[in-house]
């Protein structure tokens, strides 16, 4: 079958339309999607990084666009969330004056058709809200969505399709670094499955306590998430370090990759 994002000629698109430019910043990484109505034409990721300037990152995106014969006049709005507040204005600064566009910045006042039952809804980050978006749209609550990326981030929806709150722990990457960095005799290893839980050497002993000492973690937050919302809770997985853990953990039921960036599809289109 052919790739839908390489064979679409954007220019059959209705000028009056245009596409949803879609931007999800992390702590790690930039993800950034376009939208063809509720079809995903294009995906990207970039690093995070406070210190570049708006025009840094629109030569990145406009570059990673035009491998996909998208250019800045085929998008006509933009969405945008951010865990990372300083980047905000970097990218409104980007939409504004690369596409012509002024972004909605998904955050408190923003309509996203999900009640949230935290002690204090603005506590909670955007990104948080958006698994539960999107995951509501394809699938029926209860859930219980696992976020493996630069935190370890795991939330609960309840039957009614409010979200309940959750957990959160230090993400693989930020653990392992600690890791390396504060111990001397340790050095710095892939993140892959040991052929054993107990390690014959120093490499293999530091794989083992990072990857089954997370796979460990996953199963149990989830086993007591399940406790609390329904053993019937539909498990979904997604973040970067998700596809690493999945099999051995044996506990997802759906993978998701690009959960945000859908969730800010349909938050753009709860808002006009």
Not at 15 to 38: C, K, M, P, R, W
Not at 113 to 123: A, F, M, S
Not at 132 to 148: F, H, K, N, T, W
Not at 218 to 239: N, P, Q
Request: proline share 6%; net charge negative; glycine share 10%.
């Amino acid at each position: 079958m052919a790739d839908p994002t390489q064979q679409r000629d954007p220019l059959s698109r209705s000028e009056q339309d245009g596409y949803l430019l879609a931007i999800d910043i992390g702590n790690t990484s930039v993800a950034i999607g376009v939208f063809d109505g509720s079809e995903e034409v294009a995906a990207f990721r970039v690093a995070s990084d406070q210190e570049n300037f708006p025009d840094e990152y629109a030569m990145l995106l406009l570059g990673l666009l035009h491998t996909k014969n998208i250019e800045p006049t085929h998008v006509s709005s933009a969405v945008m969330s951010s865990t990372v507040p300083p980047l905000v204005t970097t990218f409104q600064q980007v939409c504004r004056k690369h596409f012509n566009v002024e972004p909605l910045v998904v955050g408190p006042g923003v309509r996203t058709g999900v009640r949230v039952l935290y002690d204090n809804p603005r506590e909670v980050g955007p990104d948080r809200i958006l698994h539960a978006v999107a995951a509501l749209e394809s699938y029926d609550p209860p859930m219980i969505i696992v976020d493996l990326g630069t935190a370890c981030v795991f939330d609960a929806v309840s039957r009614d399709g409010d979200y309940l709150g959750g957990a959160i722990a230090p993400g693989i990457g930020l653990a392992s670094q600690a890791l390396f960095t504060r111990a001397a005799m340790l050095h710095r290893v892939g993140l892959e499955q040991p052929s054993s839980p107990i390690g014959r050497n120093t490499v293999h002993s530091m794989q083992s306590g990072i990857f089954f000492g997370y796979v460990e973690m996953v199963r149990g937050m989830v086993r007591r998430f399940k406790a609390e919302v329904g053993d019937e809770a539909l498990v979904i997985g997604t973040g970067g370090y998700v596809s690493v853990l999945a099999e051995e953990a044996g506990c997802f039921d759906v993978i998701e990759p690009d959960l945000n960036l859908t969730g800010l599809r349909i938050v753009w289109e709860q808002n006009q």
